[in-house]
T-cell receptor, first 114, second 109 residues
Framework: EAEVAQSPRYKITEKSQAVAFWCDPI?????LYWYRQILGQGPELLVQ????????DSQLPKDRFSAERLKGVDSTLKIQPAELGDSAMYLC????????????FGPGTRLTVL | GQQVMQIPQYQHVQEGEDFTTYCNSS?????IQWYKQRPGGHPVFLIQ?????EVKKQKRLTFQFGEAKKNSSLHITATQTTDVGTYFC?????????FGKGTKLTVNP
């Protein structure tokens, strides 16, 4: 069964450093999402891509976060500089064009900022 | 803005007991999705409901979408230890897909 791939699975960094996360969606899925999930909370959408275009980045803290999906396949989420409050699980999800709200999540990247 | 509330936040049951979680939206939804997240895992898609009053079943799980399309429920009959985890609803309003905060289910064997 096809799965969403994410790396790294865990990342520990010091505040003010730069971090980057990578996501490879299920093959053929045009829609890709990045979520942030704080322990005990539901996923919070950061950015949504349709192919290589940003559909929604209204909740993305653009002063420090950036996301790209240059060829409309895999995607990178970057944080620079990282802050203590960025410690969370960063989840990537993808969905087929036939049902954009049916999302398949990757295993996530657990970020700890010291 | 659109809000999706889930209750209860936590539920502890004895194995074999039933469990229900409720999802309520401040606005009318075009659809609602349910996900399960095991401890230490990631959300896994369970089902999507689209039609007013829709009821869908998956083995011991029953999902309902309210007539007004503003609420939904997930009912598990005769819980098992494999049901432990956090159950999230995610509803699509006029603009956004919003996740609830989830209901964490623990099952005592």
């Amino acid at each position: 069964e096809a799965e969403v791939a994410q790396s790294p699975r865990y990342k520990i960094t010091e505040k003010s450093q730069a971090v980057a996360f990578w996501c490879d969606p299920i093959s053929g899925h045009a829609t890709l999402y990045w979520y942030r999930q704080i322990l005990g909370q539901g996923p919070e959408l950061l950015v949504q891509f349709q192919d290589e275009s940003v559909v929604d980045d209204s909740q993305l803290p653009k002063d420090r976060f950036s996301a790209e999906r240059l060829k409309g396949v895999d995607s990178t989420l970057k944080i620079q500089p990282a802050e203590l409050g960025d410690s969370a699980m960063y989840l990537c999800a993808s969905s087929p064009w036939t049902s954009v709200d049916t999302q398949y999540f990757g295993p996530g990247t657990r970020l700890t900022v010291l | 803005g659109q809000q999706v509330m889930q209750i209860p936040q936590y539920q502890h049951v004895q194995e074999g007991e039933d469990f229900t979680t409720y999802c309520n939206s401040s606005t009318t939804l075009s659809n609602i999705q349910w996900y399960k997240q095991r401890p230490g895992g990631h959300p896994v898609f369970l089902i999507q409901l689209v039609k007013s009053g829709e009821v869908k079943k998956q083995k011991r799980l029953t999902f309902q979408f309210g007539e007004a399309k503003k609420n939904s429920s997930l009912h598990i009959t005769a819980t098992q230890t494999t049901d432990v985890g956090t159950y999230f609803c995610a509803g699509r309003g006029s603009e956004k897909l919003v996740f609830g905060k989830g209901t964490k289910l623990t099952v005592n064997p």
